[in-house]
């Protein structure tokens, strides 16, 4: 059976927003590596939900499995750290539609690996004081149900 292209690049494009979480946190947002690999997540992004299109791609993380589009993503190590990372940060999905930009999926990396990102509630500590999640155009960031609230 031959994969779905869209599913191999929507994994090639889950696979590089993990590296560029970590690079981020290792290097710092502004190193070229980050720059470089935020580059290549954004052009996997968009082979995956090409722009202009309706449809989008959607990343959801229940403990330490990762979902796309519904659908488990294999265990591997990495993506199991992947998604307790985002369980952690209480997020539940993260839906990326075809028209985001690379300066938004940057801007919610900038986040997600800052000091001002609570990873106990999955809050940005210097939005509203917490209480709700950062918002972005064309990503839907949706919290955990069993998050406490503010």
């Known amino acids: ?3 779905d ?5 929507g994994r090639a494009f ?5 590296i560029l979480l970590k690079f981020a946190r290792l290097y ?3 190193h070229a590596r980050t720059i470089e690999q935020l580059q290549i997540a954004c052009q996997e992004l968009h082979t995956a939900i090409p722009l202009g299109t309706d449809g989008g791609l959607l990343l959801g993380a229940t ?3 990762l979902l796309l589009d519904g659908v488990p993503l294999e265990g591997s190590p990495a993506e199991k750290q992947f998604a307790q990372l985002l369980s952690a940060a209480g997020l539940a999905s993260v839906q990326f539609f075809s028209s985001v930009t690379e300066e938004e999926i940057g801007r ?3 986040l997600l690996c800052s000091a001002d990102f609570d990873f106990v509630t999955g809050r940005a500590i210097v939005m509203d004081g917490g209480r709700t999640l950062p ?3 064309r990503i839907g960031l949706a ?3 069993d998050l406490p609230s503010g």
Do not use: H
């Not at 292209?5 to 690049?9: L, S």
């Not at 889950?14 to 993990?18: D, I, K, Q």
């Open 28 to 30: 710092g947002y502004e």
């Open 135 to 137: 918002r972005f155009p």
């Open 14 to 18: 889950v696979r590089s927003l993990n």
């Open 5 to 9: 292209p869209t599913t191999t690049a």
């Open 108 to 110: 919610m990396a900038a």
């Open 1 to 3: 059976m031959k994969a």
């Open 63 to 65: 403990n330490s499995q």
């Open 143 to 145: 919290a955990a149900a």
